[in-house]
């Protein structure tokens, strides 16, 4: 099981930040890089049916059923290689810290960058145990190479224990991910798995299939520019604007004030002038019908806009993305009984949560291939602070092997 940390070492030094607004597909060429090392180490370590998808960037491969199996459904088994263009991923320098002591850990000593246990409350739980942490100058990238890693070494320990009772096996890596396009090109019908799971997740014990309903919405706000000192009753300026239809939405329901099961409206990006100006904004709700008239307010925000400042003012392109697999795998509940049974068995407690964001999983259980989302280890996606649990990764291989078997 230690195998999974020398992947995971190697794979977060690997480039592969996506990108949101490129045109491609994957949307940066590097996620490539990883790509071709997995279908090389797949190969040396004999995995059958190993195909690499060189214009998209896909690799799948299959572990075979051991004898006797070959009738079991076949469950799929997927992460993501790309990471997140929130924080650079390029230069990661992961450091292992054994044996942590509980308190505030210094990432970076000549830049002054410590990871406090006042800001990250659940760090001193993690005492006793090895923690794998960043210089604090870039992400860590365990979102979401723990869970490429965790595979890797799950397939490479069954091809080396045959004894190990499992029907056929499908392994998934995917790119784009993070920009919301991870399922675009998935092959669902080549994968041929019955069932799947992505491996994506959080703490030790995380077990989700609930997610959001999603959408994106991109706001373009015509302004008019006026010299200031002459600008009364001519000047409109766009910025303001788009903080006006900022100010008419629901000020709680903003991600900084929700949790669990809490949707929101979330400005993720603003630019502009005062001539024009850009407002881009993801919105969130597990709840179908919350979602739907979250979607409505928007719409008629900026309707009520235009007619004070005149048609065309506010100018809205809003696209849903996703929805919550919550419809689908409520047919499937065995996939999470199986895991939740696996996880009580090597004495992890499960921990049954919505996510609050996405996986591939949503979008490929509405595809055909119902895809719950299993926990990696990580925490602090995303950002600078992002660290994962050596030891909690090696449980995490056990338990992709004990979920395997409940199956055969």
Aim: net charge negative; hydrophobic share 35%; with cysteine.
């Amino acid at each position: 099981m230690e195998k999974v940390i020398e992947n995971f070492l190697t794979y977060v030094k690997i480039d592969t930040e996506s990108s949101e607004g490129s045109e491609t597909t994957p949307s940066t060429g590097k996620q490539h890089d990883l790509a071709k090392l997995l279908t090389e180490q797949l190969t040396a370590m004999g995995a059958e049916e190993v195909t690499y998808d060189r214009e998209h960037c896909y690799v799948y491969a299959s572990i075979p059923a051991s004898e006797g199996c070959e009738k079991a459904p076949v469950i799929g088994w997927i992460a993501h290689m790309d990471t997140s263009p929130a924080v650079t991923g390029a230069g990661v320098k992961p450091r292992i810290i054994e044996d942590y002591d509980g308190q505030d850990i210094l990432l970076n000593q000549e830049k002054g960058i410590v990871m406090k246990t006042v800001d990250f409350p659940e760090l001193p739980s993690y005492k006793g145990k090895r923690l794998i942490v960043t210089d604090g100058t870039t992400l860590l990238g365990a979102d979401d190479k723990a869970g490429v890693a965790e595979i890797m070494a799950m397939a490479e320990y069954l091809l080396n224990h045959p004894e190990i009772s499992h029907g056929k096996l499908r392994l998934g890596f995917t790119p784009d991910e993070e920009v919301g396009a991870g399922a675009d090109y998935f092959d669902v019908a080549l994968f041929g798995a019955d069932y799947a799971y992505t491996v994506d997740g959080g703490r030790l014990g995380e077990l989700e299939y609930e997610n959001f309903n999603a959408a994106g919405a991109k706001i373009t706000i015509q302004g008019r520019s006026v010299h200031p000192g002459e600008a009364k009753g001519k000047m409109r300026n766009a910025i303001l604007l788009a903080q006006e239809f900022q100010a008419m939405l629901p000020a709680n329901e903003n991600p900084m004030y929700t949790c669990g099961y809490e949707g929101f409206y979330h400005l993720d990006t603003l630019k502009g002038t005062v001539e024009e100006a850009v407002a881009e904004y993801i919105i969130r709700d597990h709840d179908r019908q919350k979602f739907e008239r979250k979607k409505e307010l928007f719409l008629k925000t900026g309707q009520f806009l235009n007619e004070k400042y005149g048609e065309g003012t506010f100018q809205i392109d809003l696209q849903d993305s996703y929805y919550n697999m919550k419809e689908i795998i409520e047919k499937h509940m065995h996939l999470i009984d199986n895991a939740k049974t696996a996880m009580e068995e090597l004495g992890i407690e499960p921990v049954v949560m919505p996510i609050r964001g996405g996986t591939d999983g949503a979008r490929l259980s509405f595809m055909g291939l119902p895809c719950p989302n299993l926990c990696t280890g990580g925490q602090n996606f995303h950002g600078k602070f992002e660290y994962a649990c050596a030891d909690d990764m090696e449980t995490i291989v056990k338990l992709l092997v004990k979920i395997v078997q409940k199956f055969a």
